[in-house]
């Protein structure tokens, strides 16, 4: 019969209906885990942020803002972005602006 992922809709009503906007909406039920990881890193702290869902390229974006933000280096690879030093405090406030939940673990 038809595509199971069709999203074609009847209606009664006179006027189409609008298009629902593909805009990537940050996903506030997902929950973010936040952590300061010094291990292998030669005593050197890195906040370290973990749960991601997003595609790469908007996490490398996300990464570009953070680090903008704490005015340091970091990096973002496979759902994980990692900020040198300790900034969960700022991270946090950001991420919640952002439409994250963002919990802290660790010490």
Known sequence: MGDRNSKLVY????EPLEESSTEEVP???????M???????AGKAVTVIEGFRENPDRLSEMARELKSLCACGG???FGVIEIQGDHRDKIQKKMNAMGYKVKRSGG
């Not at 209606?11 to 006179?14: F, G, K, R, V």
């Not at 996903?27 to 885990?33: I, W």
């Not at 952590?35 to 890193?41: E, F, M, S, T, V």
């Open 75 to 77: 990096t973002s690879r």
């Open 11 to 14: 209606s009664t009503h006179p």
């Open 27 to 33: 996903q506030k039920t997902e929950v973010l885990k």
């Open 35 to 41: 952590y300061l990881d010094k291990k292998n890193r």
